[in-house]
């Protein structure tokens, strides 16, 4: 379910981990529609500190330029990340 994947989303960015590797999938999930599930996957994303190489950014940022997503807040939150790491 939306929540329990929620949950997982909060124990990875909780446990330190590196998910660098991963950062297309929680941009995904960062796009979803549920509220909590998107705000979670996003403070992964956000929390990534691993190189990402620049074609994934560019992936990345289609992902969030096409996203269907209701939560507009998390949306340019996601885009501001990505914008940076372009940079």
């Given at each position: 379910t939306d929540s329990e994947k929620a949950k997982l989303c909060a124990a990875c960015w909780e446990s330190g981990l590196d998910f660098?590797?991963?950062f297309l999938f929680f941009t995904e999930l960062a796009c979803h529609?549920?509220?909590v599930l998107a705000m979670e996957a996003h403070t992964v994303v956000e929390n990534i500190e691993g190189i990402i190489l620049e074609s994934d950014l560019t992936?990345?940022?289609d992902i969030v330029l096409h996203s269907k997503s209701k939560n507009a807040s998390i949306i340019e939150l996601l885009t501001q990340d990505i914008k940076k790491r372009i940079n």
């Open positions: 660098t590797g991963y529609d549920d509220f992936k990345a940022m």
